[in-house]
């Protein structure tokens, strides 16, 4: 446990240092769980993002994209369920007054073994039953874990709590210049709820018969109460979030092949297998609207955490904003002549997580002639910078005109940098860190011989290669 903190703290600083991520607003102290991305974090979460839609968009014939906008009419979140239910039950601590999500207080198997004992005390189905809102159930499961196990505050170690109570996580905010209650908005807390209200003019415009999707990639708001671990867990955070719309009977099928989907998506950006494994949610933890839910998780220094959940939602979504909307959203198939609601497969990932995740998985250590070289061996379409441009001599006027001249050359395709500011081992261990795939070093002999060396991240190995041909090399190592 020790080693994954330390783990942790290394992949925290080299974050800070190397300008991956900063915390929001520093210069005033910082502004509690919400990031900053630095010249490095902001091109990696960029290629995360590439990727994803390269993947989900241009990749398949039966999705296309969607950029709907943060602020939504406030019955969105009425029809949704969130108004009434997007909440955390916390308790105050009666004496240090601080509060708390009331999971936080427990261990996951305390709870869970509560949970179990609960289920059996009320043999008629409650609070296991299907149809009981959720928030009863938790209300009495809270409040027995509380008796039962006298938990200390995190804070000040007093064990005395106000009862459980709900707290929305939406963010409010005003629309106009009016500030009241009429006037109230919420930043949304998921993309998804822009795709549903969408659904009539995308079947519309793009002209799509199901089975077909919509993928969308945006920032969300929620006001954790018990935000961390780094970016894992923030207030503001991106979601890429795909809403699959299908006919009822081919629900259950098309889940599945969304999860394997999602699942594989991580392997082919170099994830390693033993770090992500799959969770389906046992009946009694799924949402009452959803049929079936899984979620992908990475072992994280942290432990095993939810990257993505791919939810089988049923036609609650559609239904809803129907009957709130007062439009029909049902689909009109015309072999059959009927209308309908689809069902919705929903793959839902946070990007900010998923970044997270390639970056912890990237980070390596391994002695080389007795220092430790850091690397972050990021997948190529990953990696934030391809291409290093370094002068072996900075104080050697024609050997810096021709490697700028080579960076400029380089640019125009590939995500380069020139770096002259130290000696060429500090300068390969500087680009190692980052995970720079390529670094290109023009030597003496570069001007006779009108070759470059280049370095290659993973193995190190060097290759003298003519600088008429090093674009095309490098397209084909980066293809
Ligand atoms: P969790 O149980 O971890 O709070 P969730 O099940 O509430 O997550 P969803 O509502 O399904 O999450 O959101 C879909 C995805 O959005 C999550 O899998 C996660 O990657 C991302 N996400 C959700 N909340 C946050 C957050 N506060 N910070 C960063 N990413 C988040």
């Given at each position: 446990m020790k080693q994954d903190t330390q783990l942790m703290d290394k992949i925290v600083s080299l974050c800070k240092r190397r300008g991956f991520i900063f915390q929001s607003s520093e210069i005033y102290g910082g502004l509690g769980s919400v990031w900053d991305y630095g010249p490095l974090g902001v091109e990696l979460k960029r290629n995360v993002k590439n990727a994803w839609w390269k993947s989900v968009v241009y990749g398949r014939d039966d999705m296309v994209g969607l950029d709907a906008a943060?602020?939504?009419?406030?019955k969105t979140w009425e029809a949704s369920g969130h108004v009434s239910s997007f909440s955390d039950m916390v308790v105050e601590c009666?004496?240090?007054h601080k509060r708390f999500r009331?999971?936080?207080?427990?261990g996951e198997q305390i709870l869970s073994n509560l949970d179990h004992k609960l289920k059996n005390e009320y043999k008629?189905?409650?609070?296991?039953?299907?149809?009981?809102?959720e928030k009863t159930k938790a209300y009495v499961l809270f409040e027995f874990a509380l008796a039962t196990e006298?938990?200390?505050?995190?804070?000040?170690?007093?064990k005395d709590f106000s009862k459980p109570t709900d707290f929305n996580l939406m963010f409010e905010t005003h629309h106009g210049p009016v500030k009241d209650s009429a006037s109230v908005v919420y930043?949304?807390?998921?993309?998804?709820q822009g795709i549903f209200v969408n659904f009539l003019n995308i079947v519309d415009t793009a002209?799509?018969?199901?089975?077909f999707g919509v993928a969308q990639i945006g920032k969300s708001f929620r006001n954790e109460i018990?935000?961390?671990?780094f970016t894992f867990r923030t207030r503001e955070f991106e979601q890429m979030e795909i809403e699959y719309f299908v006919r009822p009977e081919e629900a259950a099928n098309f889940h599945q092949q969304w999860v394997e989907e999602r699942f594989n998506w991580y392997f082919a950006l170099g994830?390693?297998?033993?770090h992500l494994r799959k969770r389906e949610h046992p009946k009694d933890e799924l949402?009452?609207?959803?049929a079936a839910c899984t979620d992908i998780e990475y072992n994280f220094p942290f432990g095993w955490s939810e990257l993505e959940g791919i939810a089988n939602?049923?036609?609650?979504d559609l239904r809803q904003h129907s009957q709130f909307s007062g439009k029909d959203l049902q689909y009109f198939d015309d072999q059959t002549q009927k209308k309908f609601f689809p069902y919705i497969i929903e793959p839902s990932g946070g990007v900010d997580r998923a970044t997270l995740a390639f970056l912890v998985d990237a980070y390596s250590e391994e002695e080389v002639k007795e220092r430790t070289r850091v690397v972050l061996r990021f997948h190529k379409d990953l990696a934030p910078v391809k291409v290093a441009v370094l002068p072996?001599?900075?104080?050697?006027p024609p050997i810096v005109e021709l490697a700028r001249k080579i960076n400029e050359d380089l640019r125009k395709q590939f995500v380069c940098v020139y770096d002259d500011t130290a000696a060429i081992g500090k300068l390969y261990r500087r680009q190692d860190e980052i995970g720079t795939l390529f670094c290109v070093t023009v030597d003496v002999e570069s001007l006779d011989d009108k070759k470059v060396t280049v370095r290659e991240r993973d193995t190190m190995q060097q290759e003298r290669v003519a600088i008429e041909q090093l674009k095309d090399w490098l397209t084909v190592k980066l293809k």
């Open positions: 943060i602020l939504m009419h406030p009666k004496n240090c009331i999971e936080s207080l427990f008629d189905g409650f609070p296991g039953a299907r149809g009981i809102p006298n938990p200390e505050c995190p804070s000040c170690k007093n930043m949304r807390p998921e993309t998804a002209r799509k018969k199901l089975p018990t935000p961390g671990n994830m390693t297998k033993e949402a009452h609207y959803a939602r049923t036609d609650f072996l001599l900075k104080n050697r």
